[in-house]
């Protein structure tokens, strides 16, 4: 069993997990309409990482014994003015994430609830690497400035990073299962 409170609280973390994941792929969808599809590969394996995270949440309560209830997702921006203002957003997201986290862990204590604090902990641990990662590209962004070369080199630097084997977000994923 887990204390009603905090169950109601990880169902709400569940549909803010999956809103992350879709706000991301928002921001792929406005970086491919860009040209910066490296930023857009990025985005893309962050959405994948978020619906772990859903699916970490998702997990703990029916390991506890507790049903899911999926919540409806909100309509999310669609439309950046650049692209220093998208990744400005998505550091204030991740920083919205970790005030989330922060709040389940109070919830957590609140209710002697100790079963929940090693997960929380992994969450707590987590959202520090999201918001450093985000910050320094939110950073950079604001160093590049008008010149469309450095937004380039940036582009292809985070082309570079790796989906997770298998990943559906992964155009490859979906070359192999057709
Ligand atoms: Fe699931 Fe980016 O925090």
Redesign the pocket.
Known sequence: MIPKKLAQAINEQIKN?ME?AYIYLSMAAYFHSQSLDGMAHWMRCQAHE?TI?AMKFMDHLTDRNEKVTLLNLAQLKTQWSSPAEAWKDAYAH?QF?TSKINDLTTIARQEKDYQSEPMLAWFTSE?IE?EATSSKIAGELEMVGDSKTALLMLDRELAARVFPAGSPFDPAAYAQAT
Do not use: P, V
């Open positions: 997990e992350s978020e995270h991740e994430i959202q999201e």
